[in-house]
């Protein structure tokens, strides 16, 4: 948990460096490595922005979990789940 009086308009590396591995939610790309592990006729270096992905879990989590709502007939049925990772991103990639 980040401390209460963290700046997140500021530099927070100090902050995320005193972190887990574990904890980290992206690794960041490392060029020492990446020229040491691959050959290089393989690399390629682009420009790029990531975008959004959506996954679908159905009901996979929310049966095991217990997890309900009520559908329009009034009988309490498992939720349908899913998740985004980088949907934000897509806004400034189509901008």
Request: aromatic letters at 8%; a positive charge.
């Amino acid at each position: 948990m980040p401390p209460a009086d963290i700046d997140y308009e500021g530099d927070l590396t100090p902050y995320v460096r005193q972190l887990p591995r574990s904890m980290l939610p992206l690794r960041t790309h490392d060029p020492k490595r990446f020229r040491v592990k691959m050959p290089a006729d393989m690399r390629l270096t682009a420009r790029g922005i990531g975008g959004g992905q959506v996954f679908y879990f159905g009901t996979k989590y929310s049966r095991g979990d217990g997890c309900q709502g009520a559908s329009p007939d009034g009988e309490l049925i498992a939720v349908e789940m899913g998740s985004t990772a980088s949907v934000s991103r897509l806004v400034g990639g189509t901008i």
